[in-house]
């Protein structure tokens, strides 16, 4: 069993930073893509940053290119996210998944929800303006 635990959430104003922290645990966390979704109230959860199991490529959605980064530490078991230049609109749940597949890597499917099969419970990330 697989489990994914989120920490760093909080509030901040616009134009601060925090980062984000997933400790996984229960599988080869080395041989798995990982990902970062958000979710706002009454909306669907949506994609923002995802790392190739090595570490070697990264893809994030657009709205939050040149913001945020995505990284990885493979020996300690832990996927990050420092999210900087942060607006009103990065209000929401921030959740850690997953990859479905080990040691796979499609660029023009790691943005699905499908492509993950565990998820954590969520960091709450609130911006202030």
């Known amino acids: 069993q697989v489990h994914l635990v989120e920490s760093g959430g909080g509030l901040v104003q616009a134009g601060g930073s925090l980062r984000l922290s997933c400790a996984a645990s229960?599988?080869?966390?080395?041989?798995?893509?990982m990902g970062w979704f958000r979710q706002a109230p009454g909306k669907e959860r949506e994609f923002v940053a995802a790392?190739?199991?090595?570490?070697?490529?990264?893809a994030y959605a657009d709205s939050v290119k040149g913001r945020f980064t995505i990284s990885r530490d493979n020996a300690r078991n832990t996927v990050y996210l420092q999210m900087s230049s942060l607006k009103p609109e990065d209000t929401a749940v921030y959740y850690c998944?997953?990859?479905?597949?080990?040691?796979?890597?499609?660029?023009?499917?790691?943005?699905?929800?499908?492509?993950?099969?565990?998820w954590g419970q969520g960091t709450q990330v609130t911006i202030s303006s």
């Open positions: 998944a997953q990859g479905r597949y080990g040691r796979v890597w499609y660029s023009a499917t790691q943005s699905r929800v499908s492509e993950y099969d565990y």
């Open positions: 229960g599988r080869a966390f080395s041989t798995y893509n």
């Open positions: 790392i190739h199991w090595s570490g070697g490529r990264t």
